[in-house]
């Protein structure tokens, strides 16, 4: 998700797209095809990208795991790849930098207990996507539609976004929950402060799962040019 509002808004920027006749884009990804929209200012600057996500769904609502010690239920969602959503208090983790070593040492340790059961499938998917891709930690913040995200992913990278398929994922938690309708807005800090904003207008099935096609809001910014 933040490389897909970083391509749009440097393409956009830099003239790699026209603009006046082709308002959206459309990227091809390994999870299915995008479709961004910019919103510029005044002064033709991108001030933020949204984009049409894959549709999203909740693959299994409790999966217990146990890590250090502590026994957690995880909710395992597909928001462009499967996550692992767990309770951040149920760690004690606050989502802040000065707990960046613990929390990717916890998403780790969920993300390969779960990857040796083997159990998650993506029933319309290529099966390349069937696996889990990351542990995201969830704080819920002080008012209604705002919380945290920490994702740890890949090889223990901790992402500095609220990470686009794991908002997509949140959104498609939130709707399977009832507490998420139609046009509604959710929104999701990193655990360094950025902010993406989703909510979604469309409700389908992916093979009798009941799914939504989020759509994700964030801003990027060139820090420079490089030859």
Known sequence: ?????????????????????????????????ITATARHDKDGQVEAVSFLNVPSFVLHERHPVEVDGVSVDCTIAFGGAFYAYVDAELFGLQL??????????????????????????????????????GTIFVLQGPEPGHSRNACVFAEGELDRSPTGTGVSGRAAIEYHKG???PGEVMKIDSFIGTRFEVKYEQEL??????AIVPEVSGSAYICGDHR
């Open 1 to 33: 998700g933040h490389g897909i509002i970083a391509l749009v808004t440097a393409g956009r920027e830099h003239g790699l797209f026209e603009t006046a006749d082709a308002p959206l884009v459309r990227i091809d990804t390994p999870a299915g095809r």
């Open 96 to 133: 802040v930098p000065g707990e960046a070593a613990r929390m990717i040492d916890l998403g780790r340790k969920i993300k390969e207990t779960i990857n040796r059961e083997e159990f998650i499938r993506h029933p319309t998917g290529e099966p390349d996507m069937n696996f889990l891709y």
């Open 179 to 181: 507490s998420l309708g």
């Open 205 to 210: 099935e992916i093979a009798g799962i009941a």
